[in-house]
């Protein structure tokens, strides 16, 4: 059973960084490719970055240019590095597999495992 985590987190100001990982337990990572979700209050969860097995990405317009992701396949971990943070980022960050379309469109990859707790970002202004 796969089992997500990811880690981060917290309160940072207008314009800082955060790096979020996320690991993926139970499985043989490298060969999935994988996807950042984020889902604020009173919204719906939002595919915000991909990376696929062989190291293509792509993002959502709202975070690129400002977010990067990136994958360690020796430690089954999936990385979301965010600059100059915005009040809108603030959000539940959550890992899952993901995929491009042959268009560079991001979608969620179907059936997802079961997910993970998430990791809370907050951004003040």
């Known amino acids: 059973q796969v089992q997500l985590v990811e880690s981060g987190g917290g309160l940072v100001q207008a314009g800082g960084p955060l790096r979020l990982p996320c690991a993926a337990l139970g499985i043989t990572f490298i060969f999935n490719d994988m996807g950042w979700y984020r889902q604020a209050p009173v919204k719906q969860r939002e595919l915000v970055a991909v990376i696929t097995s062989e190291g293509s990405t792509n993002y959502e317009d709202a975070v690129k240019g400002r977010f990067t992701i990136s994958r360690d396949n020796a430690k089954n971990t999936v990385y979301l590095q965010m600059n100059s943070l915005k009040r809108e980022d603030t959000a539940v960050y959550c890992c899952?597999?993901?995929?491009?379309?042959?268009?560079?469109?991001?979608?969620?990859?179907?059936?997802?495992?079961?997910w993970g707790q998430g990791t809370q970002v907050t951004v003040s202004s």
């Open positions: 899952n597999k993901g995929s491009l379309t042959s268009q560079g469109r991001l979608v969620p990859m179907l059936p997802s495992w079961s």
